[in-house]
């Protein structure tokens, strides 16, 4: 806790404020009571987890290398490739 208290929101006007350690505690700009919150009662959501339902699926597999790349690197050397026509 601050030296300024309890920081509170208020439910009504959303004006950020703290209680100053006073016991009843009133929103400064409009006056509603922190203890009148209609939503305090109500659970929290859990925080949602992003990119978890990626995980879970298998990554594809990769075709293993059968020394094609090889062949068509020679073939492009071979014919002198795009510059020649310049």
């Known amino acids: 806790m601050s ?32 203890a009148d919150d209609p939503k305090k009662d109500l659970p929290v959501a859990a925080p949602a987890n992003y990119g978890d339902d990626y995980a879970d699926e298998a990554e594809p597999e990769v075709p293993e290398d059968n020394g094609d790349e090889e062949e068509i690197e020679d073939d492009l050397a071979d014919d002198g490739g795009a510059d020649d026509d310049y």
């Open 3 to 34: 030296k300024f208290g309890k920081k509170f929101t208020c439910w009504s006007c959303a004006t950020k404020f703290y209680d100053m350690n006073k016991p009843n505690a009133k929103c400064p700009k409009c006056g509603a009571d922190p």
